[in-house]
């Protein structure tokens, strides 16, 4: 058996490495390293993939998300509304920005922004809602765009994590993860489902406007060349990462796929486990299982990580700490008590190896691990 990494992109490569190796090298043969036409194709081809009208690449997944909220002219002061668990990116471009973040307790089912807990935040300062389709699936976007319409917010999707995924909204149409608010962001850091060998990010918009806005703000403020109308920043998807996210974008689906497959193999077997709970698929979204992560119930999952490591079985813990607990981002009078969800997630979360290469030796090898440690307790 193969030795289990939490994520594999060397074998992932190995099947495609002859179409990535060419086009890396003709990107060199060519010396168009900024802004090539790569870059370009590749914005055409995941525009047509997500159906959507603007697709602007940009440096990374953080910057996709500071630059979003550049882009709707937000002021200082003005409040923000995002998930207390996830990763810190989002928080932190809204503390960058001078905005201000309001964090909130997310729903215990599909760890995304509670919408009922989005409702009761609001103040006549919110400008803006984060959700952050965490792990694979979306959060529930008819009540976020419900009360996105009825306050007159803006809403930024997180899809860093859920690329690939498909929303059905109540009335039955069928809408691509990042493509259902104002703005959507992505990123395509290795590990991402869509993943490049660098760093990678990108913004997706329906609205033309925007979309000019957003095309400035990446290349330093400029509509013109050499003419700065507004601040904007250096952030730009290179021709040797849009490159290799051309040869991978095609398999996203088939990718996708295998990660169900690995959740289904999971699923199945822990599903009569007291000391388990399995990742739930709300009816709205696919899940595209950029984690498969568990909530442990009545044993230390501590010790069931320190117990699948002995056995060469890697496992990580995201979110061990919620952002309201975070250094950077404590804030006066909100407490532990605000989010029970959270807390409890935070504690008791682990998420297992979860990639496209995952064979079913190495799945069996797992779950008996994980059922060996459950049965002793
Ligand atoms: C990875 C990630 C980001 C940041 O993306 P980078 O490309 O690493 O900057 C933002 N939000 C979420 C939810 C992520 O998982």
Redesign the pocket.
């Known amino acids: 058996m193969e030795s289990i990494q939490m994520v594999d992109l060397k074998s992932q490569y190995k099947k495609i490495k002859n179409k990535i190796d060419k086009s890396i090298l003709d990107v060199i043969e060519s010396s168009a390293f900024i802004k090539g036409p790569e870059v370009k194709k590749f914005q055409e081809e995941l525009q047509n993939y997500l159906n959507v009208n603007h697709v602007i690449p940009c440096g990374?997944?953080?910057?996709a998300?500071q630059i979003a909220l550049m882009a709707l002219g937000l002021e200082e002061g003005d409040e923000v509304i995002t998930s207390n668990f996830?990763?810190a990116?989002?928080v932190e471009v809204i503390a960058l920005l001078k905005l201000k973040p309001v964090l909130v307790d997310v729903d215990r089912d599909t760890f995304a922004l509670n919408p009922d807990e989005v409702e009761k935040a609001i103040t006549s300062k919110t400008k803006a809602i984060i959700p952050?389709h965490?792990f694979g699936q979306c959060a529930n976007m008819d009540s976020i765009m419900e009360i996105a319409q009825k306050h007159n917010l803006y809403v930024v999707e997180?899809t860093?994590?859920a690329i690939g995924a498909d929303y059905t909204f109540d009335d039955g149409t069928v809408k691509k993860a990042g493509t259902i608010g104002t703005i959507g962001t992505t990123?395509?850091?290795p590990s991402?489902n869509l993943g490049c060998y660098g760093?990678?990010?990108a913004l997706f918009t329906n609205d033309a406007d925007l979309a000019k806005r957003l095309q400035a703000i990446v290349n330093h403020g400029m509509y013109k060349r050499y003419y700065h109308d507004e601040v904007g920043v250096n952030s730009r998807l290179d021709s040797i990462q849009a490159a290799v996210l051309r040869v991978k974008l095609p398999h996203l689906d088939e990718y996708s796929s295998a990660r169900n497959k690995a959740a289904v193999f999971y699923n199945e077997a822990f599903k009569d486990v007291a000391c388990l709970e399995t990742p739930i698929t709300a009816k709205y979204s696919t899940h595209v299982f950029h984690q498969y992560t568990l909530k442990t119930k009545g044993i230390d999952r501590n010790e069931l990580q320190a117990f699948l490591k002995e056995k060469g079985i890697p496992s990580m813990i995201y979110y061990p700490v919620p952002l309201h607990k975070q250094k950077a981002y404590l804030q006066e009078g909100v407490t532990d008590e605000q989010f029970p969800v959270t807390m409890e997630l935070c504690e008791t979360v682990l998420s297992l190896p979860m990639h496209t290469e995952l064979d079913e030796n190495q799945l069996e090898y797992i779950t008996q691990a994980v059922l060996e440690f459950c049965k002793e307790k």
């Open positions: 990374n997944g953080t910057d998300l996830t990763f990116a989002t952050v965490l997180d860093a994590q990123s395509f850091f991402k760093d990678g990010g």
